[in-house]
Nanobody, 123 residues
Framework: VQLKESGGGSVQAGESLRLSCATS????????MAWFLRGTGKRRGGVAG????????YYTDSVKGRFTISIDSAKNTVYLQMDNLKPEDTAMYYC?????????????????WGQGTQVTVSS
């Protein structure tokens, strides 16, 4: 499975971005997808996850009500809609896919990773 993120950029606080993760290869082998971030210092971790085939979604507390993860199976693409962005959302965002399931926010469960897309939010 290959993953390629897009949609990052620089925005003002309160604005929105939509990240996309295009998947290719053996897409049927993944049963869980997620977005992770890596910010400055030691700030990193799961942002949102979605399990397959019956989508269930998961969010870290700091983004609940602002971010939405979704999947378009026909396009083999996972999205992260990011609304009301805050400066503390500034980070590199990575898409990840897992064949193993497990706790959605544990990076160790994910087999495949994209290269990341940068999100910068200024106040």
């Amino acid at each position: 499975v290959q993953l390629k993120e897009s949609g990052g950029g620089s925005v003002q606080a309160g604005e929105s971005l939509r990240l996309s993760c295009a998947t290719s290869g053996d897409n049927n082998s993944a049963n869980q997808m997620a977005w992770f971030l890596r910010g400055t210092g030691k700030r990193r971790g799961g942002v949102a996850g979605i399990s397959l085939p019956k989508p269930s979604t998961y969010y870290t507390d700091s983004v609940k009500g602002r971010f939405t993860i979704s999947i378009d199976s026909a396009k083999n693409t996972v999205y992260l809609q990011m609304d009301n962005l805050k400066p503390e959302d500034t980070a590199m965002y990575y898409c990840a896919a897992s064949r193993n399931g497990g706790s959605w926010s544990f990076a160790a469960f994910y087999n495949y990773w994209g290269q990341g897309t940068q999100v910068t939010v200024s106040s």
